[in-house]
């Protein structure tokens, strides 16, 4: 029965997004747009997105995407320390089951801890960051981009060709503290003149051996310990390669096929406790996908896209260490996904939308320390959308949409659809001033993952699905003129989260225990400004300043004793800062000096806000001196970076310390 309402639902949508054949030159140039980056504009977007892009980039002191996201608001990034160290994200302590990252606009998944590990990204091949807080201002997505209460857009670099031009070679060396070796080379070769190949390889290397002072002192004052020593089993090795074929035709469409594969082996540094040295957990992943886009333009009032993906995961995880319970332990899990969207504009100022979404999941366990102990769990999922969006004149942008969520275990029946809606505003009261007030009230909703479920040290398959309910209200502004250019934007949001799921590592990195934390109040405040200042001679200043104010308090029951305690690792106060001054020589060098700091204010690593569970604060001071040089078509750059420049002792997770001091080098090379 239900089944059949399903399909009467999507009927009834696809009906609604075939209606009107009224033609229009609104979006002629639509698509472009959608491939190319755009320049930053505060009204294109209810929502303002956080971006990193191009020679911005670049000159932040950043190797992977984890780096590079620190520098967003409203942001926690779990970090274990080292080129290897696991990472993941969390935007506005909503969880990292929360937040969806998008390659090429498909979302990623992930057979490790239930979370996608940033770390594995570089920044090489990456043409620009963005992340969302609600959704994408743009109706036309995939149902599953309506899910997520926030959304990370990765962008890999697109070729492109001058008159003349059919083939573009790029080479880079990084070397720094840590036995890093981090080689890239990549390839841009113009087939016809709509179709074009990029190729892109990357090694990465370090032994992640790094000194490290470690010292507890007890709430009498006492020191407990003080040691210093080497971080041990922090090694990683790792291969990346990708290879995309990319094909624009006319003015109305494209299509885009892209494969990547990633293979590492890596130690797992375990945490730091009572001076024990864990160096015992070998950890061995391969992730393999194959996705595309399709998309085209009906009439000048309807366009479709078609996303396909197929994934295949692996995972091997061992642990050597005596001390722990022996593990030897393989995952392997597949992914087919698929999705259809149509938008059509029904007149100037009205959009609507429809999207279908389906995915199937496999995962096979296995215990290779017991003969009889394969497993065998599969999913499929299914997402459904509709969205409309009203524009009216320059004043008023309203968007609103409804997704439906069902889910399908292995053995069980498909779960009772689940709906979740979402209203957006923007109001800009004077359109000659780029003033905007944006506010959203959005629904979340997740089903545990085969993660969640399965990789747990101990396994709680009794873990509830978790539903999220967002407000916010956002205030943007931005003026550009010859001397400056500002763009300033302060939200308020309040979140509610039911049956919250957390992970942390309870003795070992790999294997976390998973809980519901019942419900969770969330409240905070966002900060960003950017300003760029163009001085005298050539010279530019460009500055990003960030701030987070946040409480997470667990509200679940009043009888338990952390009942209105912040959860662990959300910090009430967190943010950074990055200036750089860059100089413009006649021939077009660029020399460059830029400085980041970042801070994460005092939080606790358990539920309970004792002394016993305190995480101190940590910031970073890192610097970057960079040169560009232009000859003909060859371009060089070299740049020295200096991350903890003071060399602070600091843990981002407890018991897990960071690198103090370390340097990295970079050559380049592009023709």
């Known amino acids: 029965m239900i089944r059949r309402k399903i399909l009467i639902f999507i009927a009834a949508l696809c009906a609604l997004s075939v209606f009107s054949q009224e033609a229009d030159t609104l979006y002629n140039d639509f698509h472009i747009e959608e491939v190319e980056v755009t320049a930053r504009a505060l009204t294109k977007d209810i929502i303002i997105p956080q971006t990193l892009k191009g020679e911005e980039l670049e000159r932040l002191n950043a190797l992977t995407v984890a780096d590079a996201i620190r520098y967003f608001s409203?942001?926690?990034?779990?970090?274990?320390?080292?080129?290897?160290?696991?990472?993941?994200?969390?935007?506005r302590s909503m969880g990292s089951q929360h937040t969806a990252v998008y390659y090429n606009g498909v979302q990623l998944g992930n057979a490790q801890n239930g979370q996608v590990d940033l770390g594995r990204f570089s920044l090489d091949n990456l043409e620009e960051i963005q992340l969302y807080k609600g959704q994408k201002s743009d109706i036309?997505?995939?149902?599953?981009?309506?899910?997520?209460?926030?959304?990370?857009?990765l962008t890999t670099r697109k070729p492109y060709f001058k008159t003349g031009e059919r083939t573009h070679v790029r080479a880079q060396m990084r070397f720094g503290s840590f036995a890093l070796a981090n080689p890239n080379v990549g390839v841009d070769v113009k087939l016809t003149d709509?179709?074009?190949?990029?190729?892109?390889?990357?090694?990465?290397?370090?032994?992640?051996?790094?000194?490290?002072?470690y010292k507890r002192v007890l709430p009498d004052g006492?020191?407990?310990?003080?040691?210093?020593?080497?971080?041990?089993?922090?090694?990683?090795?790792?291969?990346?390669?990708?290879?995309?074929?990319?094909?624009?035709?006319?003015?109305?469409?494209?299509?885009?096929?892209?494969?990547?594969?990633?293979?590492?082996?890596?130690?797992?540094?375990?945490?730091?406790?009572?001076?024990?040295?864990?160096?015992?957990e070998r950890l061995w992943d391969r992730n393999t996908f194959v996705q595309g886009t399709w998309q085209e333009e009906w009439w000048n009032r309807w366009s479709t896209r078609v996303l396909f993906k197929y994934a295949n995961d692996y995972t091997h995880y061992k642990n050597y260490d005596v001390k722990l319970l022996p593990s030897d332990n393989e995952y392997l899990q597949q992914e087919v996904y698929l999705s259809l969207a149509n938008k059509v504009q029904l007149f100037n100022w009205w959009d609507v939308s429809v999207a279908y979404d389906y995915q199937y999941n496999a995962l096979n366990r296995e215990n290779l320390l017991l003969d009889d102990?394969?497993?065998?769990?599969d999913r499929h999922s299914h997402w459904l959308s509709a969205a409309t969006a009203f524009n009216i004149k320059e004043y008023l942008r309203l968007q609103a949409s409804v997704l439906m969520t069902a889910i399908q275990n292995q053995k069980s029946k498909i779960s009772n659809p689940k709906f979740t809606p979402g209203v957006f505003l923007s109001f800009r009261p004077y359109p000659k001033i780029d003033l905007s007030l944006n506010a959203f009230y959005k629904q979340s909703y997740r089903y545990p993952t085969f993660n969640d479920l399965y990789y747990?040290?101990?396994?709680?398959?009794?873990?509830?699905?978790?539903?999220?309910?967002?407000?916010?209200?956002?205030?943007?502004?931005?003026?550009?003129?010859?001397?400056?250019?500002?763009a300033f934007t302060a939200s308020y949001y309040y979140n509610r989260v039911t049956d919250k799921i957390i992970a942390y590592p309870k003795g070992q990195q790999f294997r976390w225990t998973m809980l519901n934390l019942g419900t969770v109040k969330i409240n905070g405040v966002d900060a960003k400004a950017d300003m760029s200042f163009y001085l005298p001679l050539r010279f530019v200043l460009r500055t990003r300043l960030n701030y987070t104010y946040n409480t997470a308090i667990d509200v679940t029951n009043p009888t338990d004793t952390y009942y209105g305690h912040q959860i662990p690792y959300i910090p009430w106060h967190s943010g950074s800062a990055v200036a750089g001054l860059e100089w413009t020589s006649k021939r077009g060098d660029h020399y460059g000096l830029?400085?980041?700091?970042?801070?994460?204010?005092?939080?606790?690593c358990q539920q309970e806000n004792t002394v016993y569970n305190y995480v101190q604060p940590w910031y970073t001071h890192d610097m970057t001196i960079y040169g560009e040089w232009s000859i003909q078509r060859y371009w060089l750059k070299a740049n020295i970076e200096i991350n903890n420049l003071l060399g602070q002792d600091y843990e981002v997770i407890q018991n897990y310390p960071m690198p103090k001091?370390?340097?990295?080098?970079t050559v380049a090379f592009r023709y």
């Open 74 to 91: 409203g942001v926690q990034l779990k970090d274990y320390g080292g080129v290897g160290g696991i990472k993941t994200i969390n935007v």
């Open 661 to 665: 001091q370390n340097v990295r080098c």
């Open 222 to 280: 006492t020191t407990a310990y003080d040691t210093t020593a080497v971080r041990q089993n922090g090694d990683i090795n790792a291969v990346r390669t990708e290879v995309g074929l990319h094909h624009y035709y006319r003015t109305t469409g494209f299509w885009r096929v892209h494969a990547y594969n990633y293979w590492s082996e890596r130690g797992v540094p375990g945490a730091i406790v009572n001076n024990v040295w864990r160096n015992g």
């Open 194 to 213: 709509a179709l074009s190949l990029t190729l892109d390889a990357e090694y990465v290397y370090s032994n992640g051996k790094y000194p490290f002072r």
């Open 140 to 153: 036309f997505q995939s149902a599953r981009e309506f899910g997520a209460a926030g959304n990370v857009y």
């Open 373 to 377: 102990s394969k497993e065998f769990f």
């Open 594 to 604: 830029n400085y980041s700091f970042i801070y994460v204010g005092e939080r606790y």
């Open 456 to 486: 747990t040290d101990l396994g709680n398959a009794n873990l509830r699905p978790e539903l999220a309910r967002q407000h916010s209200v956002e205030l943007a502004y931005r003026k550009a003129t010859k001397i400056y250019d500002l």
